[in-house]
């Protein structure tokens, strides 16, 4: 069992539709990542959060802690949403380990 | 454009060589990380630097090694290359290190091993 599990491995939407994408763990950590990565590989750092929750646009991240489980929030999505969306956290090594990511399809 | 910069951005050599790759951080940070994503492992760190020294390892093998030198760049240098070895390679930099830094990343270099 991955320390990094994510749900759904794959999700389509249509523009508009409210997103939510998991992430569990199973260890402690110290803080948690969601990344962004387009076609053609780059990575983009989306949140970075210990505790409760944070929003960035139409972007929404939440963690509890206690549950050991975070989810990514996406309001009306939009076609250039489309994207790998990673969670990632950092134990108390400070090493990042990942979830093996989530492909989104926003159809116009 | 997170202001991390990576060279080569594309790599392709032979099985058994030696190759270089280099990563700028961005101005003013300090730390500097290396990760490997392959198809079948996904992501997965490979090491840290802060202001030159060791921090961190992580899944590097013994044929990798990487040094970050005293103007805050980095090379990772991969020996004895295998196929298994072709990835993409992401280097990432933070102010500090420890919990509380956000990591920006630069483009990565694809690597493929033939």
């Known amino acids: 069992k991955n320390e990094v599990e994510q749900s759904p491995q794959n999700l389509t939407a249509q523009e508009g539709e409210f997103i939510t994408i998991n992430c569990s763990y199973s260890v402690g950590i110290s803080a948690l990542h969601w990344l962004q990565q387009h076609p053609g590989g780059g990575i983009v750092s989306l949140f970075m959060l210990s505790s409760g929750k944070k929003k960035h646009g139409r972007l929404i991240a939440t963690i509890n802690i206690q549950e050991k489980h975070s989810s990514l929030h996406i309001t009306a999505s939009h076609p250039r949403d489309s994207a790998v969306y990673i969670c990632a956290v950092m134990g108390s090594n400070y090493k990042l380990t990942f979830g093996k990511g989530t492909l989104l399809t926003v159809n116009p | 454009d997170s202001g991390v910069t990576q060279t080569p951005k594309h790599l392709i050599t032979a099985t058994g060589q030696r190759v270089t790759l280099r990563c700028s951080p961005r101005s003013g940070d300090l730390s500097v990380y290396w990760y490997q994503q392959s198809l079948d492992q996904g992501l997965q760190f490979l090491i840290q630097?802060?202001?030159?020294?060791?921090?961190a390892k992580g899944n590097i093998l013994e044929r990798f090694s990487a040094q970050q030198f005293p103007d805050l760049h980095s090379e990772l240098n991969l020996s004895s290359l295998e196929l298994g070895d072709s990835a993409l390679y992401f280097c990432a930099s933070s102010v500090g290190w420890g919990d509380n830094n956000e990591q920006f990343f630069g483009p990565g270099t694809r690597l493929t091993v033939l």
């Open positions: 630097y802060y202001n030159g020294e060791e921090r």
